[in-house]
């Protein structure tokens, strides 16, 4: 047996829809299954899906307010009023605040840009920052990616004259601001056809409407936002990436070449993991550390040498936060292991004096990862008696929903279902530990914290080739609410299995089914090697490519988990170092099994500190616990018997076999009978016989071994044919004839014959048959037996 590390939720797919969509859009079977199971069922709504750069952008204008805050900013920008975009520190505010400031400039605006400071200024719109925009003389301010919240500051900026328009895509709360537009795809008079936009596809609907087309040349920019934000990568996001992702291939914006350079990214070849991964984080790094100016100043210039030193600033930035990051987090990982009792805590709050709160949301998503529990991470304050935090969160467990329960002690706090941040009092951190487990221990149960792996389909592998692979790329671009298809692929056998890559951390598999083969890498995955069994029917959960090598394409699965759901036998039979192989036995989950006491002290084993049990008698075998235990036979069971009872209609995970022994029973002769009836004669003629002094002599006039000699002895000692008193054998009248089999000494042998013969002697395949016979079957064999009663 080996366990998946996660629970597989496998979709259930609806056969017939899946047919109808093969045959009205001619695509793979794997597509449409996909397509099924992510709840496109409908032809057309597949075929818009697959080829949705035909489709177009809806009108602006369905966004609430959108023509008051047209009108608003051509009249400031007729008037040459000053105006001041309003951003956040992230990559959708910085992305938002570039998309706006590019507009407004193309426009002719006299326009400038704020972000506020995390550290001193916090998220949103703030009063200090509304003042310096009035005294300044900005007489407009527009946000981007922020403001839903800003309740206080926009009675403020009507209060300083000012006009306010709020662009933002943030969960609303129960009362909205007053403010003069409020663009939001979520208001609740919003009948805007799409609700997940991103901030910056906020701000991207605002630039359509201002010019009066789709800007398609931002699209460069707003994708970023968009893939940085995890917003839904369907509908008119899945529009604003596809389209977006071909605009980044080519585009000749300074900020973003710099970017590619550094990233060692080659434009042909973005995707949508390269904004993730390599552009993304850079945009956010600025904001996280210090301030996020530099990361739009990056994106605005127009000027390839500034744009150069600006993206190496940037890069610094953010390998120093890497560097935060992982510091944070070992410091969290020690307090959680020292100071929290999992099991009492369903949610992980927690927090340190100077820990960075521009990168405790990270920190966050890994305390997530490893602990998998909802988790906020809070930055301690205590001259100001705050605590600022970010929150991640689990599948099941809603972050707004449940913090919104807790408003009285959340004076700024905003998100979604699985991100948020806040900031409270120090004095309110324990109670909100207290109320989030309060609600994490009435809504989630145990199976709620084990982490969950959806899987898109369960497909034969016949369905893996390169065609479907190839027409796989139709789902892209991947992300949030449109994942990269995770297959599952069930009951293979492995043809090749071999660590690979530097200390063998990844693994290499050729896995086959009924003439049907494909090849797997699993990169971290190198350990697997000992936790697989030769002819184990093994389950795969991977994500489907091409492997391209030698100008050979093939199909090629990148594993993320397996699973064997039967027991397992491992056979280290004749491996006499045990430190060869007893190191990758799970130690927790093993048991340690001798039949003779004297195995302990000649393979000295002491040091290895495991659970050793000695199986003295049938009794102890029968009554062993071993279900869903590794048991490992460290040598060979004194009675065919013992290893039965012990193993008899139970269900081990795994049998390790190495069945230590010093003499071989199964090489050595056998007397036949001719040698036992000249033995005899012998004895007759001789009357007495001195085994000890003659018995090598007798031995070499044979050619006969001497073991042989004393065995006869010994079997005719058994039947009371003679008596041996200190070596001497002498005859005894025989009143009743008997046979060998008769004898204990012979019929010891012949047990132990057998028992090498079956154990020791045998090759894997017969071995595991043999184990097969005995342990107990499956709930899936007994399902599969009453098929054919």
């Known amino acids: 047996m080996l366990k998946s590390k996660t629970r597989w939720v496998v979709k259930e797919t609806v056969s017939s829809a899946a047919r109808k969509l093969v045959e009205q859009l001619n695509i793979t079977p794997l597509v ?30 369905l966004l609430p307010d959108m023509d008051i805050a047209v009108q608003r900013i051509n009249e400031s920008i007729a008037n040459g009023e000053k105006i001041l975009v309003f951003g956040d520190y992230d990559a959708d505010g910085v992305s938002s605040t570039t998309v706006l400031m590019t507009v407004l400039k193309d426009l002719g605006a006299s326009v400038d840009f704020y972000i506020p400071n995390r550290f001193t200024e ?68 919003s009948k805007y056809p799409f609700k997940e936009l991103a901030g910056v596809g906020v701000a991207f609907k605002l630039a359509h409407a201002l010019y009066g087309r789709v800007p398609e040349e931002l699209l460069d920019v707003v994708t970023i936002g968009t893939v940085a934000d995890l917003v839904p990568l369907h509908g008119e996001n899945r529009l604003i990436v596809k389209k977006g992702l071909k605009k980044l291939g080519i585009t000749e914006r300074p900020g973003i070449r710099a970017l590619y350079a550094l990233s060692n990214s080659s434009p042909e070849d973005i995707n949508e993991e390269t904004v993730g991964f ?56 020690s307090m959680i292991e020292a100071e929290f009792d999992l099991q009492e805590n369903k949610v992980i709050v927690i927090g340190k004096e100077g820990w960075n709160p521009g990168v405790i949301g990270i920190v966050a998503s890994r305390l997530v990862e490893r602990y998998y529990r909802p988790t906020i991470v809070l930055s301690f304050d205590t001259e100001k008696k705050l605590a600022k935090g970010s929150a991640r969160s689990i599948v099941g467990f809603d972050l707004f929903q449940n913090l919104s329960t807790c408003r009285d002690i959340l004076p ?116 697997y090697f000992h936790q697989v069994s030769p002819l184990a029917s093994v389950s795969v959960l991977g994500e489907l490519a091409i492997n391209e090598w030698n100008n050979v394409r093939k199909p ?16 280290f039979r004749g491996v006499k170092q045990w430190n060869k ?38 009794r102890q075998c029968l009554e062993m616990q071993i279900d869903d235990r590794n048991i490992v036979l460290l040598d060979l069971p004194t009675s065919m018997t013992k290893l039965e009872m012990l193993i008899k209609d139970k269900k081990p995970s795994r049998i390790y076999c190495h069945f230590f022994h010093e003499q071989d029973h199964y090489f050595s002769t056998i007397p036949t009978r001719e040698h036992f009836k000249w033995f005899y004669g012998f004895l007759i003629k001789q009357k007495t016989f001195n ?19 004393d065995f006869m002895s010994q079997v005719f000692f058994d039947l009371e044919f003679v008596t041996i ?58 399902e599969e037996m009453t098929k054919w009663i």
């Open 691 to 709: 085994v000890m002094r003659q018995g090598d002599q007798l031995a070499a006039f044979k050619g006969w071994s001497r073991k042989t000699i």
């Open 412 to 527: 700024h706090f905003g998100g979604h279902t699985m991100a948020a941040g806040m900031t409270l009092s120090l004095d309110d951190v324990s109670e909100l530990r207290t109320r989030l487990n309060h609600l994490a221990n009435t809504s989630l149960s145990s199976e709620d914290f084990i982490p969950i792996t959806e899987i898109d389909a369960n497909i034969p592998i016949e369905e893996v080739n390169l065609e479907s692979i190839q027409e796989l790329n139709l789902l892209a671009p991947y992300g949030t609410g449109n994942p990269k298809p995770k297959i599952m692929i069930e009951k293979l056998s492995i043809s090749q299995l071999r660590q690979i890559g530097a200390d063998n951390k990844h693994l290499k598999v050729v896995l086959e089914k009924e003439g049907s083969i494909l090849d797997g890498v699993g990169f971290g995955m190198g350990d």
């Open 32 to 61: 449409s299954i996909l397509l099924v199971n992510r709840g496109i069922v409908e032809t057309e709504e597949a075929r818009s899906f697959l080829f949705m750069e035909d489709t177009s952008f809806h009108d602006p204008y």
């Open 278 to 333: 390599m552009l993304a984080p850079r945009l956010n790094a600025p904001g996280r550390l210090d301030h996020a100016a530099p990361a739009v100043e990056l994106l605005l210039t127009d000027d390839f040498e500034a744009a150069n030193e600006i993206a190496k600033e940037i890069d610094g930035i953010n390998k120093e936060r890497q560097s935060i990051v992982n510091d944070i987090t070992k410091d969290a990982i």
């Open 122 to 189: 916090g998220y949103g719109p703030n009063e200090k920052a509304f003042r310096w925009a009035a005294d300044n003389g900005y007489k407009l301010i527009i946000t981007v990616d922020t403001g839903i919240a800003a309740i206080n500051e926009a009675l403020l900026a009507k209060e300083l004259g000012m006009d306010l328009i709020i662009t933002d895509h943030h969960e609303p709360g129960p009362e909205l601001p007053e403010a003069l537009a409020i663009v939001h795809p979520k208001h609740p008079e």
């Open 581 to 618: 192989w007893i190191p990758f036995i799970p130690k927790n989950e093993s048991l340690f099994i001798v039949f003779q006491h004297q195995t302990l002290e000649k393979l000295a084993l002491d040091s290895l500190q495991f659970d050793i049990v000695e199986m003295k008698d049938e």
């Open 556 to 571: 090629q699965i990148f594993l993320r988990d397996m699973k064997i759901e039967e027991w397992q036998l491992f056979d």
């Open 725 to 782: 008193e200190d070596g001497l054998i002498s005859l005894k009248p025989v009143k009743v004839k008997r046979d060998l089999v008769e004898s204990k000494t012979y019929q010891e042998k012949q047990q132990q014959i057998t028992l090498e013969n079956e154990l020791l002697y045998s090759s894997y395949k017969e071995l595991k048959s043999w184990f097969d016979e005995r342990v107990s079957r499956t709930v899936e064999h007994e």
